[in-house]
Nanobody, 117 residues
Framework: QVRVVESGGGLVQAGGSLKISCVVSGLTFSIRTWDWYRQAPGKQRLWVATVRSGGTTTYGEQVKGRFTVSRDNAKNMGYLEMNTLKPEDTAVYYC???????????WGQGTQVTVSS
């Protein structure tokens, strides 16, 4: 069974930086895509960024230019580096991975990021 675990969240001041991670275990095949989502209190879960196995990336408009998504295929780890953080970035951040060949996706439990003004 695939297990996804995020870590690295915390409290940071506005303008600061934070890097969160996601480790995946129990895979049968390699990971096709790593997606990061976030969910603020009382709001819908929204897509933030994607990195594909080949390294190409895509970002939501809210984070473009401030966040960098990456992955280490050999370690089955994904990363979201967040710079110039704003209070509106406060949310629980979730990692979602899509396994190659099966197309099955798996979610982590999330990690809380809080940006104080």
């Amino acid at each position: 069974q695939v297990r996804v675990v995020e870590s690295g969240g915390g409290l940071v001041q506005a303008g600061g930086s934070l890097k969160i991670s996601c480790v995946v275990s129990g895979l049968t095949f390699s990971i096709r895509t790593w997606d990061w989502y976030r969910q603020a209190p009382g709001k819908q879960r929204l897509w933030v960024a994607t990195v594909r196995s080949g390294g190409t990336t895509t970002y939501g408009e809210q984070v473009k230019g401030r966040f960098t998504v990456s992955r280490d295929n050999a370690k089955n780890m994904g990363y979201l580096e967040m710079n110039t953080l704003k209070p509106e970035d406060t949310a629980v951040y979730y990692c979602n991975v899509v396994e190659d060949h099966t197309g099955k996706d798996s979610w982590g439990q999330g990690t809380q990021v809080t940006v104080s003004s």
